[in-house]
Every structure is written in structure tokens, then in C-alpha cells.
Antibody, heavy 115, light 112 residues
Framework: EVQLVETGGGLVQPGKSLKLTCATSGFTFSNAWMHWVRQSPEKQLEWVAQ??????????YYAESVKGRFTISRDDSKSSVYLQMNSLKEEDTAIYYC??????WGQGVMVTVSS | DVLMTQTPVSLPVSLGGQVSISCRSSQSLVHSDGNTYLHWYLQKPGQSPQLLIY???NRFSGVPDRFSGSGSGTDFTLKISRVEPEDLGVYYCLQSTHFPLTFGSGTKLEIK
């Protein structure tokens, strides 16, 4: 059974940092292309970032709204993908989901950016 | 960015009825590899989105054949026949042909 479990969310002040972790199981993670997608309080879904597999040189792609502030990475030995979020803004407040291939999704983790 | 225009915003339906949801893109979703990366999701209350249809018309594992997708180029449709209570929620389309990936704004399926 495919499982994706996000952790690391919480309340953080503007300008601070937070790192999300997505632990996975049930599929061959080392070959997997992984994404982060977020959903605003208004329920709008927004793609955030993608990381490809080692065979694709771990290529990464970002939404313009997070480029330069967020970094997606992975640890194939731990079957985990990460989202390092720096210089957080109030508009980054959302539920963050990790997804494998956009097919299977985790349950999401809430990030609230507020002073 | 590719704008995904999804209509209607709200869709009242009677159980057992049939509905269609439209998703139009601001540019063609045909990839250079010949595939069209347009997908449909259902988000039930309190849950994460779940994939229904991938690449326009392919039902994902476990999705009943009451769900069907069609379309090409910039114009796509999701049809749901014999609507059941478990079908209620918000439907989203997603294009992954072009970066950045973009979602429609959602269609809420609710009981009439």
C-alpha cells in the first residue's frame, strides 16, 4: 500500500523558516518523481515544487511564488522528500501536500505564517 | 502560466443523475511527446485530493466507470453518471503539460 506522511508543519512568524518532511512507503522511491502542492485557506490548489529521480539528475522545478525561498530535496535512503521553506510570508499559509507523480497524495500538513 | 478555467463553480445534482464539468485551458495541453497531461481530482470534505482521471480519459485504479473524461487541445470535460452520495465534494482539473503546473479553481458537487 502506498503511503505518504507529511510532518513538520506549525505556526511560524513571517520571515522565519520551516522544514517539511514527507516519509513514503509502498513504492520504489528512488525512481519516483515527487511534488509538493499546497492548498490555501480559500481552497485554491497551487503546485509548489517538483524533484525528479537520480536518473534525471535530481532536477528540480519551482513555482515562481516560492523560487529562491523554498528548496525541495530528497533522501532516497530514507524514502523521504523535504521542503525547506525560508523567508516565509503570510501568503504561504496553507495545507502542504506531498504527492508521488500527482497520483498518490499524503494527508497534508498545515503551515500557518502569522505574527 | 496556463490558465485553467473550470465551470461551473457549483453544481447541484440529484442522486442518480448525470453531470458534466468543463475545464478549458488558455493554451493547448498537447505535450511535445504527443500526450495531453490533463487530470481530474475529487476532494472530499476533510480529505486530500484523489486522482480520478489521468491524461484526459484514463480512469485511475479503483475509480468506477461512472466517471469518464474526454476532450482535446484546450477543452476538456468530466462526466459523472448515476451520481452517488460518495461523489459529493470539490472537483479540480490539473494540467501538467507546462511548467508551472496549474489547477482549475474547483467545482463543488452538491445535492439539489
Amino acid at each position: 500500500e502506498v503511503q505518504l506522511v507529511e510532518t513538520g508543519g506549525g505556526l511560524v512568524q513571517p520571515g522565519k523558516s520551516l522544514k517539511l518532511t514527507c516519509a513514503t512507503s509502498g513504492f520504489t522511491f528512488s525512481n519516483a518523481w515527487m511534488h509538493w502542492v499546497r492548498q490555501s485557506p480559500e481552497k485554491q490548489l497551487e503546485w509548489v515544487a517538483q524533484i525528479k529521480a537520480k536518473s534525471n539528475n535530481y532536477a528540480t522545478y519551482y513555482a515562481e511564488s516560492v523560487k529562491g525561498r523554498f528548496t525541495i530535496s530528497r533522501d532516497d535512503s530514507k524514502s523521504s522528500v523535504y521542503l525547506q521553506m525560508n523567508s516565509l510570508k503570510e501568503e504561504d499559509t496553507a495545507i502542504y501536500y506531498c504527492t508521488w507523480l500527482l497520483w498518490y497524495w499524503g494527508q497534508g500538513v498545515m503551515v500557518t505564517v502569522s505574527s | 502560466d496556463v490558465l485553467m478555467t473550470q465551470t461551473p463553480v457549483s453544481l447541484p445534482v440529484s442522486l442518480g443523475g448525470q453531470v458534466s464539468i468543463s475545464c478549458r485551458s488558455s493554451q493547448s495541453l498537447v505535450h511535445s511527446d504527443g500526450n495531453t497531461y490533463l487530470h481530474w481530482y475529487l476532494q472530499k470534505p476533510g480529505q486530500s485530493p484523489q486522482l480520478l482521471i489521468y491524461r484526459v480519459s484514463n480512469r485511475f485504479s479503483g475509480v468506477p466507470d461512472r466517471f469518464s473524461g474526454s476532450g482535446s487541445g484546450t477543452d476538456f470535460t468530466l462526466k459523472i453518471s448515476r451520481v452517488e452520495p460518495e461523489d459529493l465534494g470539490v472537483y479540480y482539473c490539473l494540467q501538467s503539460t507546462h511548467f508551472p503546473l496549474t489547477f482549475g479553481s474547483g467545482t463543488k458537487l452538491e445535492i439539489k
